[in-house]
């Protein structure tokens, strides 16, 4: 049956394969902009009164995304580049035809795109259709950076130093930049890049790009780019050297263990130091080190209360780990990534790590890294070892090929016979993305073996998608194998021993007049059977979806599931008496979910769900949000959610409230200060985080983060800390 299944994946991944034959062509080669070289030097301002912008060529008439994408965007913008031998630059004019305040969310860094007007510029530096950069600002000159992967999704996360600066009046801003090349990665001896341009108006509430572009589509897809034609050849690549050396101090006292019983534990005082360094090996590759690397100015996760049966995920927010995440983290579907870069280091420290990726030449990327963590006191599996290798080989336009590797090893029990099981762990596998030449088509497959000790046999994973998607119809198809033993201990891999099983249809109607710019219904199945074809869970969904003119959204919910346990699970998860194993339950839930329009000062979200739960109890969920801004300078955030739970006897009736109010200050571009209060009633736990920032210099910071801890019933405080790092960016 195993080697059955198996037959089965690969037929999955040849015809997938064989989809993608047809060559992905351009959509706006027509679409032309070419940049000639400053006859003057450029001061970043926000006032175009160089010489060398009076000349540039003017990119203008952009053409409507949203609401609609068959005409010329009716509010103006003109965009003007040129570049000298240190930087790319850009100015912007967006013009105003409605009156009224600017719609900003705050000063901070990579801002909300919906909650902004705003201006960006994405760009193809490798001419893959696939990977780029993206730069912008919103019209308070808040800036937006962040890397691109699989041909329009964009990384946040990543930082790089460069400048701008805005003007802003009654009828237009400006924003004017300049990007150093040292700071982002191109093609050596090409003279053109995929490039395009995004305006988002909210008082107009009108969506509009250079390269015209479908409305389902977002603006940042790079193979509906125009083309930046360079007059000359690009400066030669200079070897990058970049050194972030950081210096912190911390306060920090537990008052209670693990179990909640009080202690009176001395304070502790620490001093830590550390550094990374960026070093570019070519203009398309970068190697990054890092010695004894410090996360505590990371922003926490938001809670959530967890009532499914596995375990939740939470996003990188760590820097090292951001930079061409695409080649490691990306892999995979959202329950089947072999690596989640959040194992490393999770509870002890990292001592050092490497990590070198990007492009060698026009068709092959690589990504290798390798981080070492501490022997923390009292962990048994003591120090480890993590290795990951991936090699991605472009295909046609957009398609790829990615073999990739990814290795724990426990440094200290290698050896050990009483730890031959977490020894090691190791995943070799390849995955293929499909990119076919209409853009009607997309998906990708994968498949994976695993190498654990005293595991083997029905050690695989596969697992695929396909979607045609076109302005009024989407259907999609996601299948899922995974063996018994397959084991990704450096994944997120929740379940395993299981075939899925996902198609879905999405039907949309936009009617001509009316405040509804569209509607329709979508269907969605996701069936889990066992390796015998014997079903253990499936759910069933009716959703339809209203989208109104001014960009709220209003969607019904139906929904049906049937679940097989598999294990004995804890309904309530908070330690109560499991429901034994291979007991079924089945019911249903209805809901809706709204979303109000983003362009005003106070945004509202409602998600509520009513209906049946496990052992034919009952499940009340209701979650929402609501959002204040005082522009451009406070941002106020109040998420809740409330689940009331009845079950029989031992469970009886459960009520889980969790709050979490967050405050954003902007004081300038270069101070901040958030802090964010939790109250989550399922984990008996609240906590009140504060993080000060001052950006003194580009890339380069002071924080101060205050963190406490508290039980909840009765109330008193866990644990303490107080944390001052300093960081400094230098160049060579």
């Not at 009108?206 to 007059?231: I, Q």
Request: hydrophobic share 35%; proline share 4%; aromatic share 14%.
């Amino acid at each position: 049956m195993y080697l059955s299944n198996i037959r089965i994946a690969f037929i999955f991944i040849l015809s997938f394969g064989a989809s993608s034959i047809s060559f992905a062509q351009k959509k706006n080669t027509n679409k032309q902009y070419h940049i000639h070289k400053a006859t003057d030097a450029i001061v970043i301002d926000g006032i175009m009164n160089e010489a060398s912008w009076k000349t540039a060529d003017i990119a203008q008439k952009f053409a409507m995304v949203q609401p609609m994408d068959t005409s010329i965007a009716n509010v103006p913008t003109e965009v003007r580049m040129t570049f000298d031998d240190n930087n790319l630059y850009i100015l912007a004019i967006c013009f105003k035809v409605s009156k009224g305040k600017d719609m900003v969310e705050s000063l901070k860094r990579d801002w909300n795109f919906t909650k902004n007007d705003n201006f960006i510029v994405f760009m193809d530096t490798y001419g893959d259709l696939t990977n780029g950069f993206t730069f912008g600002a919103n019209a308070a000159g808040a800036q937006w950076d962040g890397t691109m992967y699989d041909g329009g999704s964009v990384d946040l996360n990543w930082d790089n130093k460069w400048i701008s600066a805005i003007y802003n009046d009654s009828s237009k801003y400006i924003w004017e930049a300049a990007i150093p090349f040292k700071s982002i990665r191109y093609k050596k001896g090409i003279k053109e890049w995929g490039i395009n341009f995004s305006r988002n108006d909210l008082k107009t509430t009108e969506k509009s790009s250079w390269a015209p572009m479908p409305r389902h589509f977002p603006t940042a897809s790079l193979s509906y780019t125009g083309n930046l034609v360079w007059d000359e050849d690009l400066p030669p690549h200079q070897n990058n050297f970049s050194l972030i050396p950081y210096f912190k101090t911390n306060y920090g006292k537990d008052f209670a263990n693990s179990d909640g019983s009080k202690i009176n534990s001395a304070s502790v005082i620490g001093k830590e130091y550390g550094m990374d360094a960026k070093i570019s090996l070519s203009s398309s590759l970068n190697l990054d080190l890092t010695i004894n690397p410090d996360f505590s100015q990371v922003e926490v996760d938001r809670q959530v209360t967890n009532l499914s049966r596995f375990e939740l995920f939470f996003p990188e927010k760590r820097q090292f780990f951001l930079e061409n995440a695409d080649l490691f983290s990306n892999l995979g579907f959202a329950n089947t990534r072999p690596f989640f870069s959040r194992r490393i280091g999770l509870n002890t420290n990292i001592d050092y790590g490497a990590r070198m990726s990007g492009s060698i030449d026009k068709k092959w990327r690589i990504g290798v890294m390798d981080m070492k963590t501490a022997n923390m006191p009292g962990d048994n599996t003591g120090a480890q070892n993590f290795s990951v290798f991936a090699l991605q080989r472009k295909l046609f336009k957009k398609s790829s090929i990615e073999l990739f590797y990814i290795d724990k090893t426990g440094i200290n029990n290698i050896n050990s016979s009483t730890n031959a099981e977490t020894a090691y762990n190791r995943n070799l596998g390849f995955e293929y993305l499909i990119a076919p030449s209409n853009n009607l088509w997309s998906g990708k497959s994968i498949f994976i073996k695993s190498f654990t000790p005293q595991k083997s046999g029905n050690d695989f994973l596969t697992a695929g998608n396909l979607q045609y998607s076109t302005r009024k119809l989407i259907v999609s198809w996601q299948h899922e194998i995974v063996g018994n033993n397959y084991n990704a201990e450096v994944g997120y891999v929740p379940r395993n021993n299981y075939i899925k099983i996902a198609p879905a249809i999405t039907k949309v109607f936009f009617p001509k007049s009316g405040i509804i710019l569209s509607h329709g219904p979508q269907l969605s199945t996701t069936y889990y059977y066992n390796m015998d074809m014997r079903s253990t869970d499936n759910t069933k969904a009716f959703t339809y979806l209203i989208t109104y003119r001014n960009k709220s959204t209003l969607a019904a919910v139906i929904q049906n599931d049937y679940v097989e346990l598999l294990a004995p699970f804890d309904p309530t998860r908070i330690g109560k008496t499991p429901l034994a194993a291979h007991t079924k339950h089945q019911w249903s839930t209805a809901g809706f979910d709204w979303v109000s329009a983003p362009q005003h000062q106070t945004t509202f979200t409602l998600s509520t769900r009513v209906g049946g739960y496990y052992a034919n109890g009952n499940l009340v969920s209701v979650s929402g949000d609501i959002g204040y801004r005082i522009q451009p300078f406070v941002n106020l955030d109040f998420a809740a959610t409330y689940n009331h739970i009845e079950l029989p006897q031992p469970w009886g009736n459960n009520n889980f409230l969790l709050l979490g109010p967050k405050m954003d200050l902007t004081f300038t571009n270069k101070i901040f200060f958030t802090a964010f209060y939790q109250y989550n009633e399922q984990t008996k736990n609240i906590n009140f985080n504060t993080r000060f920032q001052w950006r003194y210099k580009p890339v380069s910071d002071l924080f101060i983060v205050y963190t406490d801890n508290y039980y909840i019933g009765p109330v008193f405080i866990k644990n303490r800390a107080v944390v001052l790092k300093f960081t400094y960016w230098w160049n060579k």
